[in-house]
């Protein structure tokens, strides 16, 4: 049995109708419910964070150290290109991650193929739309052991 936490970054509280052509028609309230239910199903025991701003989400990351969390499934979302403060967060506490976009991020702008979180990352799933966090639950799984 491990706790992970579950950490979503800005605009994903608007799943469902956010370029839904790109991001698809499940809202984020949803795609936590169906995790929740996956990962109880084996066991783990999910917390689950969104938030849009920058030092809420580097405030979750800090209290994680005193959860006891064996892993952290991350979108960053738009702060994956742009937060040199939240990859700092990560190497502070040394919980291990995995990075998960909805999106092909490197099928994209430019700007998105630079992440600051993919070379400290456990590894990277992206392009799967709400697959990608299933994806990832059974990749912190085979992580776990
Ligand atoms: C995203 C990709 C990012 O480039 C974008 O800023 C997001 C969502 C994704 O899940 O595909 O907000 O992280």
Known sequence: MARLLIINGP???LLGEREPEIYGHTTLEEAEGHLEE???ADGHELLFFQSDAEHELLKRIHKARDEDIALI???PAAFT???VVLRDALLAVGIPFIEVHLSNVFSREDFRQRSFFSDIAIGIISGFGMASYDLALLA???HLG
């Open 11 to 13: 605009n994903l509280s």
């Open 38 to 40: 996956r990962a109880k």
């Open 73 to 75: 499934i991350f979108n």
């Open 81 to 83: 290109h742009t937060s």
């Open 140 to 142: 912190a799984k085979h």
